[in-house]
């Protein structure tokens, strides 16, 4: 091999070769100014292999995306030191607006296709189940919440998302510990509306709340 020369990927890791080319290249540049050759010459394989295993560019972003989603999800699980649940949150948000913010376009491209593209939403809600499903855990709810909660950790979940992104779109203009603290705070606002009618996480928001 000349110097210099990178090799190829063996044919059973091209797939995931190309996959991770596309996160980079998706993540920082915007879906239409990236080309399949681009994807191709930073995967280090041939332009035939990306359309044997994807069809095309769209099937491969779909695959980017569900990768980055399973990464987003991964993020959720407690790291060590997390043994509160204050630390848990606030562990896991710092994980997700760090994540995002190294993904720019991906993380762009999800919130914003709401109701436009069915497949990229499919992906999305199944990340919104995850999110939720750490909230419940957090709140020691198991089985069915009420209708009150359910809609109240949905709203956490967009505003979590809505809060990003307009960091984002704003060149990030706050430091992200503070934007971290906002969403924080954020969150057990929200979760305190239904307090009222759902006393068993009344105990939990409490504490989450002198953490504010």
Do not use: N
């Amino acid at each position: 091999m000349a110097s210099g020369e990178r090799a190829r990927p063996a044919r059973g890791q091209s797939r995931a070769a190309l996959v991770a080319a596309a996160v980079d290249l998706f993540s920082h540049r915007p879906y239409d100014e990236i080309y399949i050759s681009d994807i191709a010459e930073q995967a280090g394989v041939a332009h035939g292999l990306l359309f044997y295993h994807f069809k095309d560019k769209r099937g491969l972003y779909l695959a980017g995306l569900k990768q980055v989603l399973d990464e987003l999800a991964e993020l959720h699980a407690p790291r060590d030191g997390e043994d509160t649940r204050e630390g848990r949150l606030r562990g896991v948000l710092h994980r997700q607006i760090a994540y995002r913010r190294d993904h720019v376009h991906t993380t762009l491209a999800m919130i914003r296709a709401a109701g436009q593209d069915p497949e990229v939403d499919a992906l999305f809600e199944e990340a919104r189940r995850v999110g939720s499903e750490f909230l419940l855990d957090l709140l020691d709810i198991r089985g069915t919440s009420s209708v009150q909660l359910r809609i109240a950790v949905r709203g956490c979940m967009g505003l979590v998302d809505e809060m990003t992104l307009d960091w984002l779109t704003h060149d990030r203009d706050l430091e992200m510990a503070d934007l971290e603290q906002l969403a924080y705070a954020g969150i057990v606002a929200v979760l305190s509306t239904v307090c009222v009618s759902h006393a068993d996480i009344r105990e939990v928001v409490t504490e989450l709340s002198a953490a504010t």
